[in-house]
Nanobody, 127 residues
Framework: QMQVHESGGGLVQAGGSLRLSCVGSGRTFRMSALGWFRQAPGQEREYVAGISWNGVNTYYEDYAKGRFTISRENAKNTMYLQMNSLKPEDTGVYFC????????????????????WGAGTQVTVSS
């Protein structure tokens, strides 16, 4: 399975910013659509945003639109999530994972289950 490592989380006040990074291994990472997910305490993991393998297409869930920006640098095997205007409800563990290509264009309309989750990176937003 694809190996990924998330980093960049931390503690920030409401209204602040963080940039998360996801570093992956090999050609599979560069050729895959990728997504960010998050899991708040006591809640299920949810989709945040996705990007196509070449960075041309992006998709954001409504709560992320206008505040978060997903990007990638395939030459560095790295994907990013720039998060601005953070809110306490953005608190959670953030994960990256490969996604079906359609998720980066139309959102999570097709069923997909990923099992090889990494450790994620903790984001805590204080009020």
């Amino acid at each position: 399975q694809m190996q990924v490592h998330e980093s960049g989380g931390g503690l920030v006040q409401a209204g602040g910013s963080l940039r998360l990074s996801c570093v992956g291994s090999g050609r599979t990472f560069r050729m895959s659509a990728l997504g960010w997910f998050r899991q708040a305490p006591g809640q299920e993991r949810e989709y945040v945003a996705g990007i196509s393998w070449n960075g041309v297409n992006t998709y954001y869930e409504d709560y992320a639109k206008g505040r978060f920006t997903i990007s990638r640098e395939n030459a560095k095997n790295t994907m990013y999530l720039q998060m601005n205007s953070l809110k306490p409800e953005d608190t959670g563990v953030y994960f990256c994972a490969p996604i079906p290509p359609t998720w980066s264009e139309e959102g999570p309309l097709v069923t997909y289950e990923y099992v090889y989750w990494g450790a994620g990176t903790q984001v805590t937003v204080s009020s």
